[in-house]
């Protein structure tokens, strides 16, 4: 994604410190994401892209009124970084249910489900004696949360609004977004335009009204990660995400 990112992913010992800041670190912790390592390609790259879209969002809501004290620029780039292990508790989940070409039955969505639980164990563990303990409660937090709803019609807890940490909302946005331009075992992409007024359709819904107005402001620089993010990938993707 980033002309400096490593084109070779270093693996390193869970529980092992990571590096905070850079192309480099978010790599570290995308595959630490993998636990054992295993992380794809595609993990990876939803990692990466998920990771420059909160920075880009929480950037957006620094000096917001509602955010004032808690989104600060330290804040914005620990979350450029704690963002990467939002999914860490898929690790713990069989890997065929991950990538099931077809919808999930009830009962696969209920495990697919416990993934933010198991991440935030899964984190602790990772980052534990990590000397910066704002980043480690804040990846703990992100794993945790990413799946709230501002309606409190999300998991795993049916937190609402604010109770919802704002790391977790801002992860939210980012991670819908990026699934809904991905392609996926069981579905192709979506066009920016079309993934677009899915977010805006969400406002005061699913997510947070201040979160999607960051969004749309900030829309120029989410197309640019997300036209440059699949501009390596194949042309084909390159082409939907510009239509
Ligand atoms: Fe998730
Ligand atoms: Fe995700």
Redesign the pocket.
Known sequence: MQDDAPRVIRIRPVGRPVGLTGPAARADWAAAAGEGGDADAETIG??ER?CAYAEVLARRLVGHRRFRGTVTEAFVRRLGVAAAL??AG?AALPPALLRKPARLTPAEIVIIRRHPTLGAAAVERLLAGHPDAALRAMAAEVALT?HERWDGDGYPHGLVGDAIPISGRI?AVA?VY??LTSARAYKPALPHAAARAEIMAGRGTHFDPAVVDAFAAAEPAILGIAAAAVASITGRDAVRIAA
Do not use: C, P, S, T
Request: net charge negative; charged share 35%; no cysteine.
């Open positions: 939803h990692v998920v939002h999914d898929k990413h992860v991670d990026d699934a």
